[in-house]
């Protein structure tokens, strides 16, 4: 039982926009920044928003991020084949004292 | 650029002590950030496992606290974890990352699959 709550799948189809909602309480969302990140299936997750809505380098700016209050989001427009993936969000949690991962939503393009 | 490897037994018996070490290279440790080991079991989730900082402060998941060591080697520019009394539940890819901000992993290892079976 993740602290962080995701939907466990999202669908889209090719040039369409998905978004991704992450979940949490005043001790994580509400008072620190929130990241997110991608997993290619096999491979090990990659970084794709840092600080609610940044981008690092190399991130194309079809994927942007949002925060209001206890919850994120991840949004992807132009959605493309590529991007079928599972996304995780995570935040540094202050009860915990340390970071948490959403349950993590696998995103199925059509 | 930042690269991490990590290495270690691919297999462990349950009731022993888990071993994994990550290689940083392009990057010194001692340099800064601090640096962490997140595990994944199979078909599940992310689950943090705890962070060290070049100086050797660490912190851990509560979950976990009272089996994990993570070490640092900043000659061989390499952290290590320790996890013991290892049963079923402990198998998984293990990835280690360079930490800033607490919660932001950037770059990540491969990662290394761990089973825990006699």
């Known amino acids: 039982q993740s602290v962080l709550t995701q939907p466990p799948s999202a669908s889209g189809t090719p040039g369409q926009r998905v978004t991704i909602s992450c979940s949490g309480s005043?001790?994580?969302?509400?008072?620190?920044?929130v990241n997110w990140y991608q997993q290619l299936p096999g491979t090990a997750p990659k970084l794709l928003i840092y600080?609610?809505?940044q981008r690092p380098s190399g991130v194309p700016d079809r994927f942007s991020g949002s925060k209001s209050g206890t919850s994120a989001s991840l949004a992807i427009s132009g959605l493309q084949s590529e991007d079928e993936a599972d996304y995780y969000c995570?935040?540094?949690?202050?009860?915990?004292?340390?970071?948490?991962f959403g349950g993590g939503t696998k995103l199925t393009v059509l | 650029q930042v690269q991490l490897q990590e290495s270690g037994p691919g297999l462990v018996k349950p009731s022993e002590t888990l071993s994994l070490t990550c290689t940083v290279s392009g990057y010194s440790i001692s340099s800064g950030y601090y640096w962490g080991w997140i595990r994944q079991p199979p078909g599940k989730g992310l689950e943090w496992i705890g962070s060290i900082y070049h100086s050797g402060s660490t912190y851990y998941n509560p979950s976990l606290k009272s089996r994990v060591t993570i070490t640092v080697d900043t000659s061989k520019n390499q952290f290590s974890l320790k996890l013991s009394s290892v049963t079923a539940a402990d198998t998984a890819v293990y990835y280690c990352?360079?930490?800033?901000?607490?919660?932001?992993?950037?770059?990540w290892g491969q990662g290394t699959l761990v089973t825990v079976s006699s």
């Open positions: 005043s001790s994580n969302i509400g008072s620190n920044s």
């Open positions: 995570a935040v540094w949690d202050d009860s915990l004292n340390g970071p948490v």
């Open positions: 990352a360079r930490v800033e901000g607490g919660s932001s992993f950037d770059p």
């Open positions: 600080s609610n809505n």
